[in-house]
């Protein structure tokens, strides 16, 4: 078998199968959405805040498969009370923001948990906590496809003025912008990418597909409209190679695309131009010999 015919046989395999190509097309989708979003988290600073809501979102999609409502209202429902939560024990009690978050996402989380234990359901609702990739289903993949599209689309939409917000919401407040309702609209937009990503990877590593992409694209370029351009290619090309590569080593789906993800971002850090520890290393090793040619 020649070269070529291993190659093709490769890429083509895992396509025979109906199951798989769902499940590139719904890794591809959540991870270009979640890369989208992931420029101004890492911008403002929200990682912390986007693991917080991604956990808090599990009791409102159980209660809403409990009263048959769609997963992304209870999603969004819960994922903005978490954030009122957490802004009520800051503001009242000596805690701090990263204690408040840490309590207020580890209750939740526990939360839904406790109601997954307690639900008679025909469907598996521990793969909202794991993620199931290769049974999403027609009906799951439209439900994605839609949810995805919407948010894809504000994030287009609004990106000059979530950008302005990340950057100085003083100056959006005096040029008539409402910061609360921009960081509002982050916060929902933030939740229903986790409804999006909560069959790929589960909501336990959701917060990964939405800090990666964003952490790798900023090493490599210092232009945030690069930055969202760079993430989501560079999220799709590792949800790809992850889903092949959980494909042929048989390996868990959802946690093989994190791995990629985490991988190249470990490559990106390390040969980066500017920002690569290779690069520092080697700009501080000419610096000192020409320190000591000086002396």
Same mark, same amino acid.
Request: glycine content about 8%; proline content about 3%; aromatic content about 6%.
């Given at each position: 078998?020649?070269?070529?015919?291993?190659?093709?046989?490769?890429?083509?395999?895992?396509?025979?199968?109906?199951?798989?190509?769902?499940?590139?097309?719904?890794?591809?989708?959540?991870?270009?959405?979640?890369?989208?979003?992931?420029?101004?988290?890492?911008?403002?600073?929200?990682?912390?805040? &986007?693991?917080?809501?991604?956990?808090?979102? /599990?009791?409102?999609?159980?209660?809403?498969?409990?009263?048959?409502?769609?997963?992304?209202?209870?999603?969004?429902?819960? @994922?903005?009370?978490?954030?009122?939560?957490?802004?009520?024990?800051?503001?009242?009690?000596?805690?701090?923001?990263?204690?408040?978050?840490?309590?207020?996402?580890?209750?939740?989380?526990?939360?839904?948990?406790?109601?997954?234990?307690?639900?008679?359901?025909?469907?598996?609702?521990?793969?909202?906590?794991?993620?199931?990739?290769?049974?999403?289903?027609? #009906?799951?993949?439209?439900?994605? &496809?839609? /949810?995805?599209?919407?948010?894809?689309?504000?994030?287009?939409?609004?990106?000059?003025?979530?950008?302005?917000?990340?950057?100085?919401?003083?100056?959006?407040?005096?040029?008539?912008?409402?910061?609360?309702?921009?960081?509002?609209?982050?916060?929902?937009?933030? #939740?229903?990418?986790?409804?999006?990503?909560?069959?790929?990877?589960?909501?336990?590593?959701?917060? #990964?597909?939405?800090?990666?992409?964003?952490?790798?694209?900023? /090493?490599?370029?210092?232009?945030?409209?690069?930055?969202?351009?760079?993430?989501?290619?560079?999220?799709?090309?590792?949800?790809?190679?992850?889903?092949?590569?959980?494909?042929?080593?048989?390996?868990?789906? @959802?946690?093989?695309?994190?791995?990629?993800?985490?991988?190249?971002?470990?490559?990106?850090?390390?040969?980066?131009?500017?920002?690569?520890?290779?690069?520092?290393?080697?700009?501080?090793?000419?610096?000192?010999?020409?320190?000591?040619?000086?002396?």
């Amino acid at each position: 078998m020649s070269p070529v015919d291993v190659l093709l046989d490769v890429l083509l395999g895992p396509l025979q199968y109906d199951f798989m190509v769902r499940a590139l097309v719904t890794t591809v989708i959540a991870a270009v959405v979640c890369a989208l979003l992931s420029c101004w988290l890492v911008l403002i600073g929200w990682s912390l805040m &986007g693991d917080a809501v991604s956990h808090a979102v /599990l009791p409102g999609v159980v209660l809403a498969y409990i009263v048959g409502a769609p997963f992304a209202l209870g999603a969004v429902v819960f @994922g903005i009370a978490a954030v009122v939560l957490i802004g009520l024990i800051r503001d009242t009690t000596r805690v701090k923001e990263d204690a408040a978050i840490g309590i207020v996402f580890t209750t939740l989380f526990a939360l839904g948990l406790v109601l997954i234990s307690v639900t008679p359901s025909q469907t598996d609702l521990s793969h909202i906590v794991f993620g199931n990739v290769l049974g999403v289903q027609a #009906a799951d993949l439209v439900q994605i &496809g839609i /949810l995805a599209a919407v948010a894809f689309a504000i994030l287009v939409v609004k990106r000059r003025d979530l950008t302005l917000y990340a950057f100085d919401p003083t100056h959006a407040f005096a040029i008539g912008l409402s910061p609360r309702l921009l960081g509002a609209l982050l916060l929902g937009l933030l #939740a229903l990418t986790a409804v999006v990503t909560l069959q790929v990877v589960g909501v336990i590593l959701v917060v #990964a597909m939405l800090i990666i992409p964003g952490a790798t694209a900023q /090493l490599l370029t210092d232009r945030f409209g690069r930055m969202l351009l760079i993430a989501p290619l560079l999220s799709a090309a590792s949800a790809t190679v992850g889903i092949y590569v959980s494909y042929w080593a048989d390996t868990a789906s @959802g946690a093989t695309v994190v791995l990629v993800l985490g991988i190249v971002f470990a490559v990106v850090a390390l040969v980066s131009p500017h920002r690569g520890l290779l690069f520092r290393r080697s700009r501080a090793r000419r610096v000192r010999e020409a320190a000591r040619g000086l002396a």
